[in-house]
């Protein structure tokens, strides 16, 4: 009999080649689908572009259509009320408490690969596979799961994957993980799927149309508890106040657009306080900052670190790794101490220690 | 795929077809194309047809053939009686009473009516999943227009007590529609014997095909179509007949069911003694015969179906949402059960081609899978 694979699959192009692969390399491959938000319920953050995302209909459509296309058994498995509750509120908790939050992390720490284990066992399937771009390897020595980046860098997806435990490693596949995005693109035109010329999804699966704080305001008023507007003062570096704003959830760090001010040079969010209501804009090299602190420490690839040590620090998804000094602090902090002061430094992110293609480990920027 | 052909315990979602009632809907579909509107040979043919099974259909209702409304199923036909009768009843204030373990099909009828100012009752249900007649007594108000009750429960078989619900309505004038979908057939659905009427019925519940379905209207109750065309079914449906189906219908409701009460008694026997604290929803009900809804508490049902799929056992749990995942059922929140329980279930619903092996080799599988998932902390 040969080996059971449960493959995750969005109805995206990724996930449907690995499908289509793991299949005609001889293993018995069984899809599933996981349903984790309705896109028909917060009307007001409704897009048309909510075709190509996670969970629409259209998706689960692609995913079916691919699964009859090679001949697996296919399932679409509900996990609306964990994902709710697992990353959506922790998502707009964030967001109230002035945090920029990175809801993928939580779905693959608490989701994707933790409740779909249970589903894939129920399936008899002892390994689990997905569509990310990122690898396994085992340490001869130790024995320990260690967790790489990709070959193809431009799509790498450890600084989404740096929760998870060596159990999770262990039963998990990223066969994609020596491929580049466009040798996957080839493979799934040879395979004939028919999600071959679909294109990619970059927001946040469950706010279609991108604007979180409309996406928080609609969840809000829907859970009963509508937020009253709380505008604040808009403060300069110094402390003068430029202006008014709609209330601290609708800025991030490091954001330009929508400030509502107007300035000889490019204004940008700095801070934001959602005790006193205050968002700080600055220049951008008021945005530079020589270190940070990060909490709740995850070691994947190592058991975890002793003394200070050289390490390239990703601070956001699509920020160059850059150098520096990490050192252990109390209650499992670090801090790094950047070689060059890095931008945007933002409450909420990850920030993901690499040692090369090795991902240490991560935890989560104060 | 799969490489052995799966034995088939989801007979309440639909029923095979009968090799009878097949033969009739391919012989009918070759050789019977007419129009059974038109004045020729070919139109008297199909009329032919068309009125064999409407009295094949009475027969199996107790109803007189002028009685019967061919539809496209069972949504339209609870559309058809609910959407109809309260268009045809001429009050200002309307007010309609059902309960909150219907279909969707009459669920989201009564909603409609709801958008559009009528005023909706849902009767509520206990564990027993059956509705109190003095429930529907303190509910009825002077411009109560129609009560809508199905006749069995799709989920867990619940029963309803129609005969007694009928009586009240009648005591008051008011229309009175059961949903009889689930239980044409598979217990007594003598309309006159239930004392409903509008009662609607689905082909392919009863070993007939998708696509034919009917509504009993009685004689003197009225009801406005809601599709609008030619001067068919009594100017109560338009639109072409679907000759086949309806023909293979009327061969199909003439067929007794096989009675598959022991087979479902040993099932859930089978089941209850091997896995423990398993427990029968609505066990102290009466039920149909041939369902059984099983709570396997704390465990997944969605995990415990797609296991028993991959084992060769095609069973069912909640309803499927749009996406095609499974949200809590509806019937069993009614019954005060809570997500998790609701989520914790799955019906096995027998029919005609399930055997004793097949029953027994169930029993076997959901067993090995229920102790799996307890190894494996599916079991929270």
Known sequence: MPERIAVAMSGGLDSSVVAAKLKREGYDVVGMTMQLWNQRRLPEVASDQATGRCCSLDDVYDAR??????????????????????????????????????????????????????????????MVATGHYARVTQNAETGRQELRTAFDLTKDQTYFLFGLTQQQLARTMFPLGETRKSETRELARSYGLAVAEKGESYEICFVPNGDYAQFIDAYLREQGSPREPRPGPLLSSDGRKLGEHRGVHHFTVGQRKGLGVSSPEPLYVIATDPQSHTVTVGSNQDLLRPSLTARDMHWVSIDGLQAPTRAQVKIRNRHMPAWATVEPLEGNHIRALFDQPQRAVTPGQAAVLYDGDLVLGGGWIE | MLESVPFYFDHNATTPVDPQALETFTETARDVYGNASSIHHFGQAAKQHLETARRGVAGRLGASPREI?????????????????????????????????????????????????????????????????????????????????????????????????????????????????????????????????????????????????ALFVREKTHVHPVLFG???????????????????????????????????????????????????????????????????????????????????????????????????????????????????????????????????????????????????????
Do not use: W
Not at chain 1, 67 to 81: D, L, M, R, S, T
């Open chain 1, 65 to 126: 259509h691919v699964a009859g296309q090679i001949g697996i058994p296919f399932y679409v498995v509900n996990y609306e009320k964990q994902f709710e509750e697992r990353v959506v509120q922790p998502f707009v908790q964030d967001y109230l408490e002035g945090r920029t939050p990175i809801p993928c992390t939580l779905c693959n720490n608490f989701i994707k690969f933790d409740q779909f284990f249970d589903i894939a066992d129920a399936a008899g399937a002892a």
């Open chain 2, 69 to 213: 409304v061919f539809t496209s199923g069972g949504t339209e036909s609870n559309n058809l009686a609910i959407l109809g009768s309260v268009r045809a009843s001429n009050t200002t204030r309307k007010h309609v009473i059902t309960t909150q373990i219907e279909h969707p099909a009459v669920l989201n009828a009564c909603q409609e009516l709801h958008r559009q100012g009528v005023e909706i009752t849902f009767l509520r249900v206990g564990a027993a999943c059956v509705v109190d007649p003095d429930d529907l007594k303190r509910e009825l108000r002077p411009h109560t227009v129609l009560i809508s009750v199905m006749h069995a429960n799709n989920e867990t078989g619940a029963i309803q007590p129609i005969p007694q619900l009928a009586a009240i309505a009648r005591e008051h004038g008011i229309t009175f529609h059961s949903d009889g979908v689930q239980a044409a057939g598979r217990v007594d659905s003598h309309v006159s014997r239930l004392g409903v009427d509008l009662y609607s019925i689905s082909a392919h519940k009863m070993n007939g095909l998708k696509g034919a379905g």
């Open chain 2, 230 to 380: 030619g001067h068919q079914e009594r100017d109560r449906r338009p639109g072409t007949e679907n000759i086949p189906a309806i023909a293979a219908f009327g061969v199909a409701a003439e067929l007794p069911l096989p009675d598959t009460s022991a087979l479902r008694d040993r099932l859930e026997k089978g089941i209850l003694a091997s896995v423990p604290n398993a427990r029968v929803n609505a066990a102290v009900s009466p039920r149909l015969p041939n369902t059984t809804n099983i709570c396997f508490p704390g465990a997944s049902g969605e995990a415990i179906l797609i296991a028993l799929d991959l084992a060769g056992f095609a069973v069912s749990s909640g309803a499927a949402c749009s996406s095609g995942s499974i949200e809590p059922s509806h019937v069993l929140l009614a019954m005060g059960q809570s997500h998790n329980q609701a989520q914790s279930s799955l019906r096995f619903s027998l029919g005609a081609g399930n055997t004793i092996d097949q029953v027994d080799a169930l029993i076997h599988a959901v067993s090995k899978v229920a102790h799996a998932h307890h190894r494996e902390k599916i079991y929270a």
